[in-house]
T-cell receptor, first 116, second 112 residues
Framework: GNSVTQMEGPVTLSEEAFLTINCTYT??????LFWYVQYPGEGLQLLLK?????DKGSNKGFEATYRKETTSFHLEKGSVQVSDSAVYFC???????????????FGKGTKLSVKP | SAVISQKPSRDICQRGTSLTIQCQVD?????MFWYRQQPGQSLTLIATANQGSEATYESGFVIDKFPISRPNLTFSTLTVSNMSPEDSSIYLC?????????FGQGTRLTVV
């Protein structure tokens, strides 16, 4: 079945450092891929998404490219800030509802802490 | 966008009791989803609730343990029945609106 494998944390970086959080997936068909973020004390929020191969999702300086050949969707940011400290989840759309976003398969989450 | 209010935000319950979690959405939605996040684990879909029909449960989850109500297009409840310490988790409600999923803040349940 479909699954997501995400780099385990926690990850601790200094401000302005480069961030990569690895995510690989196993899926039949052509799922959509997502990164969600959960800031302390808040609910999950969509950070970015890509719906087909070679698409690049981007938001708030974060980027991720849908690589079908490597079944990956790694999250990157060139210069992290303290305010980026959060838990990041990689996810793919489930197959049951034709890729409905509501039926998502999540990775375990990666906690990022950025120090000043 | 959608704003989801989930109650309670946390609770500590005795084993053998039941807890009902409420999820209120500020928009009418067809499908609502309930997830569980066990400590150190990823989010796992429990069931999908459509208004006017019985919920559809994922493998490993059954209606007797997690009964769900969906009385209208903006509200749903999930009950965790006959709780044991293994049910200690965060439970999240989610909806899809405009091709995007939105989540409540979750209910942190501790069973003692």
């Amino acid at each position: 079945g479909n699954s997501v494998t995400q780099m385990e944390g926690p990850v601790t970086l200094s401000e302005e450092a480069f961030l990569t959080i690895n995510c690989t997936y196993t899926a039949t068909g052509y799922p959509s891929l997502f990164w969600y973020v959960q800031y302390p004390g808040e609910g999950l929020q969509l950070l970015l998404k890509a719906t087909k191969a070679d698409d690049k999702g981007s938001n708030k300086g974060f980027e991720a490219t849908y690589r079908k050949e490597t079944t990956s969707f790694h999250l990157e940011k060139g210069s992290v800030q303290v305010s980026d400290s959060a838990v990041y989840f990689c996810a793919l759309s489930g197959a049951r509802y034709g890729g409905s976003q509501g039926n998502l398969i999540f990775g375990k989450g990666t906690k990022l802490s950025v120090k000043p | 966008s959608a704003v989801i209010s989930q109650k309670p935000s946390r609770d500590i319950c005795q084993r053998g009791t039941s807890l009902t979690i409420q999820c209120q959405v500020d928009s009418q939605v067809t499908m609502m989803f309930w997830y569980r996040q066990q400590p150190g684990q990823s989010l796992t879909l429990i069931a999908t609730a459509n208004q006017g029909s019985e919920a559809t449960y994922e493998s490993g989850f059954v209606i007797d343990k997690f009964p769900i109500s969906r009385p209208n297009l903006t509200f749903s409840t999930l009950t965790v029945s006959n709780m044991s310490p293994e049910d200690s988790s965060i439970y999240l409600c989610s909806v899809e609106l405009g091709a995007e999923a939105f989540f409540g803040q979750g209910t942190r349940l501790t069973v003692v």
